[in-house]
Antibody, heavy 117, light 107 residues
Framework: EVQLVESGVGLVQPGGSLRLSCAASGFTFSDYWMHWVRQAPGQGLVWVSRVNSDGSSTSYADSVKGRFTISRDNAKNMLYLQMNSLRAEDTAVFYCARGLPMFFDRWGQGTLVTVSS | EIVLTQSPGTLSLSAGERATLSCRAS???????LAWYQQKPGQAPRLLIY???TRATGIPDRFSGSGSGTDFTLTISRLEPEDFAVYYC????????FGGGTKVEIK
């Protein structure tokens, strides 16, 4: 069974940093592009970032470019999102999602990131 | 960036009725790279349709997608109780953008 499980500390101060992780299982992780998508409370879905299957290529939404870094470890079946210079408007549930390659057939349950003092 | 506008914002229907959801793009979506997702409260989105009209694995045939260019439609032929949810369209022809969602609620 395909599983994606996100984790990461939930509360961070403005200007702070946080790393999200996504553990993948039930499929050949290294065959797939992976993405992060976020959803602010009560709002819609917003694509954040993607990494190709071998980690050699990444892309970011303009709103996070220069602040967030996506990476993966295919040996560990792990996806990461390093988030720096966090702002209140980054408060959201962050989902990792499996890409085909640019629509998403499997999603994690999401992890809430709250940026507040 | 392609902006997707979904309408209506809320659709109030009864079980057994037909639901028609619209997704309009600000410019043509190349190769019909348009997907639809369903999201229930407290849950992750679920892929319903990709390539504008191809049902994802395990999706019932009461869900159908159509359209091309800038106008796309998701149709639920007969609403089941479990279909009341929020639906999002997504284009992936260039970068990735989502529509604002349509909530299908019980009338």
């Amino acid at each position: 069974e395909v599983q994606l499980v996100e984790s990461g500390v939930g509360l961070v101060q403005p200007g702070g940093s946080l790393r999200l992780s996504c553990a993948a299982s039930g499929f050949t992780f290294s065959d797939y592009w992976m993405h992060w998508v976020r959803q602010a409370p009560g709002q819609g879905l917003v694509w954040v970032s993607r990494v190709n299957s071998d980690g050699s290529s990444t892309s970011y939404a303009d709103s996070v470019k220069g602040r967030f870094t996506i990476s993966r470890d295919n040996a560990k079946n792990m996806l990461y999102l390093q988030m720096n210079s966090l702002r209140a408007e980054d408060t959201a549930v962050f989902y990792c999602a499996r890409g085909l390659p640019m629509f998403f057939d499997r999603w994690g349950q999401g992890t809430l990131v709250t940026v507040s003092s | 960036e392609i902006v997707l506008t979904q309408s209506p914002g809320t659709l109030s229907l009864s079980a057994g009725e037909r639901a028609t959801l619209s997704c309009r793009a600000s410019q043509s979506v190349s190769s019909s790279y348009l997907a639809w997702y369903q999201q229930k409260p407290g849950q992750a989105p679920r892929l319903l349709i990709y390539g504008a009209s191809t049902r994802a694995t395990g999706i019932p045939d009461r869900f159908s997608g159509s359209g091309s260019g800038t106008d796309f439609t998701l149709t639920i032929s007969r609403l089941e109780p479990e279909d009341f949810a929020v639906y999002y369209c997504q284009q992936y022809g260039g970068s990735v953008t989502f529509g604002g969602g349509t909530k299908v609620e019980i009338k």
